[in-house]
């Protein structure tokens, strides 16, 4: 068995995934496998896997499921101790899993280890905003407010997801959002201040291109945080706080559109927390 499971998930990104592949498979650390799962692409990605027969191992979905459901299933077909995650329009360099296994054995009070990145927006390199700043430690109450943890940059121990849930498979965007804050509240994680791999956007088959308000899952997974979890008393205060005022942004700009009943389904939200 080995030691890291790499799981990248794709959909109709032939075009990206030769880079993805080969930066796993180039790798200083050998000690991992490969899942690729093709979520229903209706492109040449399933002939194109064909040139790494005995390289990777593939799961091929008959129509697109989503990430989450791709990500989940590889998963639930692995059994390594610690598990790794690529999207097909990413890659790692070189030394990314080798200086994230020596950073296992620095801290291993930690079952999640993250590292920086390098941003690519429509083929130019960009400069996060101070807001996107990673952290470490107890990260929940920052990750309240956006996605801290890149998914092509962490590493985490395979019992989180046994104990606390996969990815939820019901939310079309922000699943790593929702997985972060429920582990982020109970465990310490550990960043390898390192940019490690690259990241692109802007191009137009990304999610965050085609569908808007981000903050309508990031509400949902906050208030099914604080319906289903037990926070300490100061992680709901933090929660709540987030959550109306991510309300009362979305209720504001749903009665400049008219839209009544949207706002008041957020006011409504904010009148119970």
């Given amino acids: 068995m080995p030691l890291v499971t790499v799981i990248l998930p794709t959909w109709n990104r032939v075009k990206w995934l030769k880079s993805s592949l080969d930066s796993v498979l180039g790798q200083t650390f050998k000690d ?40 989940n299933e590889a998963i639930s077909n692995s059994s390594s101790e610690w598990l790794a995650f690529l999207d097909s329009d990413d890659y790692w360099h070189p030394k990314k899993l080798q200086k994230q296994i020596d950073q296992i054995n620095i801290f291993p009070e930690c079952p999640i280890h993250y590292t920086d990145e ?42 989180l997801m046994e104990f606390h849930g996969m990815f939820d498979e019901k939310l079309p965007v922000c699943e790593d959002y929702d997985l972060w804050l429920r582990l982020t509240y109970k465990y310490k994680v550990s960043l390898l201040n390192e940019k490690l791999m690259t990241r692109f956007g802007g191009h137009a088959d990304q999610l965050s291109k085609s569908d808007w308000g981000f903050d309508r899952y990031r509400i949902k997974s906050i ?29 504001h700009g749903f009665k400049k559109r008219g839209k009544t009943k949207e706002a008041e389904y957020y006011e409504k939200i904010i009148n119970q927390y």
């Fill in 118 to 159: 390098i941003w690519i927006r429509n083929g130019i390199r960009v400069n996060p905003k101070k807001k996107h700043q990673k952290r470490e430690g107890w990260i929940f109450e920052p990750s309240l407010e956006l996605c801290i943890i890149s998914p092509s940059s962490v590493l985490l121990k395979r019992e």
């Fill in 223 to 251: 208030k099914n945080l604080l319906d289903k979890e037990n926070l300490l008393q100061k992680d709901i205060i933090a929660a709540k706080k987030v959550l109306r005022k991510k309300c009362k942004i979305l209720a």
């Fill in 32 to 71: 991992f496998e490969l899942v690729v799962v093709d979520d229903g692409s209706t492109d040449s990605t399933s002939e194109f896997l064909k040139n790494y027969s005995g390289r990777i191992r593939s799961i091929i979905f008959d129509r697109n499921l989503g990430v989450s459901k791709a990500r």
